[in-house]
T-cell receptor, first 115, second 116 residues
């Protein structure tokens, strides 16, 4: 069965430092991959997505992610973290071979930003 | 941008009663809506998918008679938790996608349900 794993439950970085959040998926074919951010009181917001093509994907708020088929990974990166980036981050994959919208989410990574 | 609202944002009900949660797409027509459940500090689990005018499709292990979903219009879907029990206490989140942008889902802010 398809699955998504976010190995890091909690990450703390200093403001201005770089960030990498890990995401690993299990699926034989090319997956539809997403990164979402969840802030208290707000709905999940899409940061970026990968369906095909260029494996380095640019998203909103200065985030990017790289799809690496050989490592079954889709890690999220940001070169310089801002205090407002503190939130819960979820990696997700569409279940199945077509984009049905039925998402399987990872466990989430809580990002804390130190001043 | 596309906005999805949920009402209420939080609700407390007594065991054995039913509670209805509304999910509305405010500025687009939602051809498909999804309902998720999120336990504290855990991931989102898809409960069901609904298309406007059709019966909802429930995920394995989700009791359709307990979690009634109605997608009556292109802007409204409701989730009714019937005969609620404390174990139904959770955070319920809906999302919606449109025919124009079917590849993206827009999420509501969620509804916190506490059953006492």
């Amino acid at each position: 069965a398809q699955s998504v794993t976010q190995p890091d439950i909690h990450i703390t970085v200093s403001e201005g430092a770089s960030l990498e959040l890990r995401c690993n998926y299990s699926y034989g074919a090319t997956p539809y991959l997403f990164w979402y951010v969840q802030s208290p009181g707000q709905g999940l917001q899409l940061l970026l997505k990968y369906f095909s093509g260029d494996t380095l994907v640019q998203g909103i708020k200065g985030f990017e992610a790289e799809f690496k088929r050989s490592q079954s990974s889709f890690n999220l990166r940001k070169p310089s973290v801002h205090w407002s980036d503190a939130a819960e981050y979820f990696c997700a994959v569409v279940r199945g071979s077509s984009n049905t919208g039925k998402l399987i989410f990872g466990q989430g990574t809580t990002l804390q930003v130190k001043p | 941008g596309a906005v999805v609202s949920q009402h209420p944002s939080w609700v407390i009900c007594k065991s054995g009663t039913s509670v209805k949660i509304e999910c509305r797409s405010l500025d687009f027509q939602a051809t498909t809506m999804f309902w998720y459940r999120q336990f504290p500090k855990q991931s989102l689990m898809l409960m069901a998918t609904s298309n406007e005018g059709s019966k909802a499709t429930y995920e394995q292990g989700v009791e359709k008679d307990k979690f009634l979903i109605n997608h009556a219009s292109l802007t409204l879907s409701t989730l009714t938790v019937t005969s609620a029990h404390p174990e139904d206490s959770s955070f319920y989140i809906c999302s919606a996608s449109s025919r124009q942008v079917p590849d993206e889902q827009y999420f509501g802010p969620g509804t916190r349900l506490t059953v006492t």
